[in-house]
Antibody, heavy 120, light 108 residues
Framework: QVQLVQSGAEVKKPGASVKVSCKAS????????FHWVRQAPGQGLEWMGW????????KSSQKFQGRVTITRDTSASTTYMELRSLGFGDTAVYYC?????????????WGQGTAVTVSS | SYELTQPPSVSLAPGQTARITCSGE??????AYWYQQKPGQAPILIIY???ERPSGIPERFSGSSSGTTVTLTISGVQAEDEADYYC???????????FGGGTKLTVL
């Protein structure tokens, strides 16, 4: 079925990096753009960036520029989000979501979320 | 940086109509989307392109747009509609996205 399955929870120390994966199944991977969104405990949704699965073009929020890298592996139908130089404020649930690249139906399928905890 | 503004909370009794607004300068030229999120769950898309409803979303959910404000309307709210609601859109370039701060809907 149509779904996005994310990698498991992570615990990291301050200053470390984390790489979260998001595997797509049930549809044509290259027809979509994948967004990454995070949610700190008790807070709202925060958009981080996107990647076009077809051509690999990516864009990230200015807030994370220099710290985040979004990539994809078309052979594995998987997108990745790496966040570096982690601080306590990066503790959050990280979500991936798909959006059709050539037709606008919004972010209609979401991953289950990956909890990242930054703790010393 | 671009921002979308929502009221932090809305409270009403079952059967009443909820209207949640979202304001942003680029909304006249960019589509808006609405998501519902319940505790411990991933968000669910309930409105896209300002007014369109995905299949499976109840008809009581509708969206509208006027100038720099978009509105999510829930006609005849039910207890199961209690959740956080987020609007989303893009900036003038269409490449940088943003969410509103979210509105907590409480059904009394």
């Amino acid at each position: 079925q149509v779904q996005l399955v994310q990698s498991g929870a992570e615990v990291k120390k301050p200053g470390a990096s984390v790489k979260v994966s998001c595997k797509a199944s049930g549809y044509t991977f290259s027809s979509y753009t994948f967004h990454w969104v995070r949610q700190a405990p008790g807070q709202g949704l925060e958009w981080m960036g996107w990647i076009n699965a077809d051509n690999g073009n990516a864009k990230s929020s200015q807030k994370f520029q220099g710290r985040v890298t979004i990539t994809r592996d078309t052979s594995a139908s998987t997108t990745y989000m790496e966040l570096r130089s982690l601080g306590f404020g990066d503790t959050a649930v990280y979500y991936c979501a798909r959006r059709a690249t050539t037709s606008d139906h919004g972010m209609d399928v979401w991953g289950q979320g990956t909890a990242v905890t930054v703790s010393s | 940086s671009y921002e979308l503004t929502q009221p932090p909370s809305v409270s009403l009794a079952p059967g009443q109509t909820a209207r949640i607004t979202c304001s942003g300068e680029a909304l006249p030229i960019q589509n808006a989307y609405w998501y519902q999120q319940k505790p411990g769950q991933a968000p669910i898309l309930i409105i896209y392109k300002d007014t369109e409803r995905p299949s499976g979303i109840p008809e009581r959910f509708s969206g509208s747009s006027s100038g720099t404000t978009v509105t999510l309307t829930i006609s005849g709210v039910q207890a199961e509609d209690e959740a956080d609601y987020y609007c989303q859109s893009a900036d003038y370039s269409g490449t940088l996205w943003v969410f509103g701060g979210g509105t907590k809907l409480t059904v009394l």
